[in-house]
């Protein structure tokens, strides 16, 4: 069949190679359960080093919720959305279009918001009344 | 002039037939349908960063908006959300096992996982619907000033949050609710507090042990705490109480807030929604035997697409409202 799946995935841990699909589909389930509980034990417990600490500003911990999400993104894309087994051409387009033009939304539109926010923080303008 | 010109490469790369992309049509334009939706998605969420951003140091704390789980007391922030997230993720797993048994033409394996993935997003979607109520219902009560800015209650020897009821004082001015059906007709309140305005301030004043607690964050991330003193003064700013949140007032804080979470989470809640309307009709097209005769499970596959796609945003939905 035309149905040819890529069963060798997380390359960037040495990689594994599964036997079938449906066992590569488990252990992503198994991976993205446990992204998620990363995330909600960070959420919960939020440690003082993640929270102080700013990188661009936003808090560490922040960052790291990002990161971990567009990790899952990728699974989710690859895996469940099977990218991985399409043609790249078909992957490319699908892939590097939104992430090309959500970049530039979010670049111009978290900038000008922080401009927003010094307007009411240091201009004369009433809002806390 | 001869401009026809017939050469003998047209006749196999460019003659037609060919699928350079291996995919068929209608899962090219799932796929259309799929990028030109998650623009959309991210359309609202950077709006949602956008109107975050600008109130960066006033916005409310998710942690303390959502902390309720069914069937439990007490404060549990992120549980919930937490297990809706895994429902939709394993739903989306037995979504791909279904796509994988349909690749194999094994109808009655089909026919159970795709069960399972509508009992999956039935489950998110009622989770979804109890989430919204818990919302719109609110915990404690709050006070709105004449700037439209919240203020909570705080008890000051626990430092926990304390509601209306425990310190407002009942007085004896009770006011019926104008019904459509009495006076004008077709005219007729919205929803009323279960304390007037007059009642919180004079409960306040008669409990020492009660501070205001403002929007803005402080360097520890958390909410500021008036004095006894600043928190007599800043009483005199309220105007009207706030219970629970809707479209136009928020006791959680900026009311911005609860417009883009009724509408980012409802859109993302009415795709799955149809999701389960659309898995629900490719269910009964298996029963029907409809694939095994065309051949091939790919309405299946298509399906899947979509489903895993709603899964994708609800990542993203997780992490812009619950986490960071």
Known sequence: MAHAHKLRIFRWAGGKTFK??????????????????????????KPEVLTKNYFVGMKLLNWIFIILTLVKAYYIAWDFMHLRDEKSALRRAIVWTPIFLVSYLVFILLYEADYIYNIFKNGFFAWDF | MDTAVTTESEGTTWGGGNQPLNASYGKMMMWFFIVSDALTFSGFLVSYGFSRFKFIETWPIADEVFTHVPFFHGNYPMIYVAFMTFILIMSSVTMVLAVDAGHKMKKNKVIWYMFATIIGGAIFVGSQAWEWATFIKGDFGALETKGGRVLQFVKADTGERAALADFATALPEDRIKHESKN??????EGYQTSFSLNEVITGFKANPGILIRTETINEDGEKTLLTREQSLDRLSDAVRVVEGANLIRNEYGSRLFADFFFFITGFHGFHVFSGVVINIIIFFNIILGTYERRGHYEMV??????????????VFVFTFFYLV
């Open chain 1, 20 to 45: 079938s699909n449906t066992v590569k589909i488990w252990w992503v389930l198994g991976f993205l359960s446990l992204v998620t509980a990363v995330e909600v034990i960070l959420g919960i417990f």
């Open chain 2, 301 to 314: 596959e298509k399906v899947g697409l979509y489903w895993h796609f709603v899964d994708l945003v609800w």
């Open chain 2, 183 to 188: 006076g004008i007709w077709y005219q007729e």
